[in-house]
Nanobody, 116 residues
Framework: QVQLVESGGGLVLPGGSLRLSCAAS????????MRWYRQAPGKEREWVAA????????NYADSVKGRFTISRDNAKSTVYLQMNNLKPEDTAVYSC?????????WGQGTQVTVSS
């Protein structure tokens, strides 16, 4: 059974940091590109960051570039999103995505709220 389980969300002050984790099981994690997406209330889902299957190449949305870092540990079947200098506009449900060709898996998401 395929599972993607996110954790690490919460309430943080503006300027603070959080580290999200997404633990994968039920498929060959090391073969899949991994991505983080987010969806704020009343808005469409937005792509945030991506990492290749080996972890050697990463890419970011302009809105998070320089503040967020995506990484992965294939030995632990886990992808991470380090989020620094958080802003209120980063408030959203963050979900991880595993993609290989036309195969797509999604996690249930974790809430991140940036507020004073």
């Amino acid at each position: 059974q395929v599972q993607l389980v996110e954790s690490g969300g919460g309430l943080v002050l503006p300027g603070g940091s959080l580290r999200l984790s997404c633990a994968a099981s039920g498929f060959t994690f090391s073969s899949y590109w991994m991505r983080w997406y987010r969806q704020a209330p009343g808005k469409e889902r937005e792509w945030v960051a991506a990492v290749t299957s080996t972890g050697t190449i990463t890419n970011y949305a302009d809105s998070v570039k320089g503040r967020f870092t995506i990484s992965r540990d294939n030995a632990k079947s886990t992808v991470y999103l380090q989020m620094n200098n958080l802003k209120p506009e980063d408030t959203a449900v963050y979900s991880c995505n595993a993609r290989w060709g036309l195969i797509n898996y999604w996690g249930q998401g974790t809430q991140v709220t940036v507020s004073s």
